[in-house]
């Protein structure tokens, strides 16, 4: 009897808007990979809570526009008020930005009741995918903490980063400045557009594909 092949599991790291996301929708788009985040379940939550959409949510374009709907009068669970109140200087009523809400409740709200609160949910979400014999790639595009990339490396998974130039600058928030910690297995350097990005996660994918873990090397 032959043991089921389990999937490949891809987690990325690195500055944002370095094309991780990007990476993961090639992967999605050209071997059928099955695209996952950490950041699944905060999306979730918050929406629910704000009543408002994940796609609104997850907007690029209005990621750090202050919104209405979301100040913190406006949100159910109150549990989440008051963690957030000392970091908003105890306003209720100023909107406030989807990053800004998200920050707040992934870190300063779910992570501190449990520092693998989400690292769990993602465990979760892994193994039952695992467990109904699902072979496609697993790609995790958002790794910023380093529970998160342990939860990969125990997986059996690789970690890849994505370099960018002009997307080094670094955040007063803990959570973007992290991801500086992780020792990746490869960097991969995105210096030109789509069609070079796509040729440099399809032909390392193909490698680790056939021939396993990369070991810290560099990719451009």
């Not at 490949?8 to 059928?32: P, R």
């Not at 374009?61 to 979301?70: H, T």
């Not at 920050?103 to 769990?120: F, I, L, M, N, S």
């Not at 069609?195 to 070991?215: I, P, R, Y």
Request: glycine share 6%.
């Amino acid at each position: 009897m032959t043991s089921k092949r389990k999937p490949i599991i891809l987690g990325i790291t690195g500055h944002h808007n370095t094309g991780k996301t990007t990476a993961a929708q090639l992967l999605e788009a050209h071997v059928d990979a099955r695209v996952m985040a950490f950041s699944d379940g905060i999306y979730a939550e918050v929406a629910k809570a704000f009543s408002v959409s994940i796609i609104d949510l997850a907007s690029r374009q209005g990621k750090n526009q202050p919104q209405r709907l979301l100040a913190l009068h406006n949100c159910t669970d109150k549990a989440f008020v008051q963690a957030a109140l000392p970091h908003a200087e105890g306003d209720l009523l100023t909107p406030r930005s989807p990053r800004q809400i998200l920050e707040w409740w992934g870190t300063e709200y779910r992570r501190a009741q449990d520092p693998y609160y989400w690292v769990d949910q993602t465990l979760h979400r892994i193994t039952d995918y695992i467990s109904k014999g699902c072979t496609r790639t697993i790609v995790i595009a958002d790794v910023y903490k380093l529970g998160e990339a342990a939860l990969i490396k125990a997986a059996g998974g690789t970690i890849w980063r994505i370099e960018r130039p002009g997307h080094e600058e670094r955040t007063a928030h803990a959570t973007s400045n992290e991801h500086l910690q992780i020792q990746a297995d490869l960097t991969l350097h995105n210096m030109g557009d789509i069609s070079h990005l796509q040729h440099l996660v399809l032909t390392h994918w193909h490698e680790l594909k056939t021939h396993g873990h990369h070991h810290t090397t560099e990719a451009a």
